[in-house]
């Protein structure tokens, strides 16, 4: 389920695309560690399998079990695509703000 742009707003980019740039940026930024890195490309071919809502689940439980730092940056992303799917409540109970780092 997306939310509708507001009359006057730029158009908002897909949930899934943000979700998966979110992942693809946290991949090469994780590169020396093979266990979360296959786990975000998974995240990706979610999407691409259009799974957005599954993935966007997936990549929040990723970060709380692997506890890796997330920039604040990719956390924005990942809140905006949350708002978009009507997720934010669960993003928030994976607890990934927990991991953000300013970079």
């Not at 939310?3 to 991949?27: K, T």
């Not at 259009?50 to 990549?59: S, V």
């Amino acid at each position: 389920m997306h939310l509708p742009n507001p009359p006057g707003n730029l158009p908002l980019e897909p949930p899934g695309d943000i979700i998966c740039s979110v992942a693809l940026r946290m991949a090469r930024r994780l590169a020396e560690h093979a266990q979360p890195v296959r786990a975000l490309a998974s995240v990706v071919h979610m999407v691409e399998n259009d799974e957005t809502e599954l993935a966007m689940d997936d990549i929040g439980l990723l970060i709380q079990w692997f506890q890796f730092p997330v920039l604040r940056s990719e956390y924005e992303d990942l809140v905006l695509a949350a708002e978009q799917l009507n997720s934010l409540e669960s993003l928030a109970e994976t607890g990934v703000e927990r991991f953000v780092v300013d970079g």
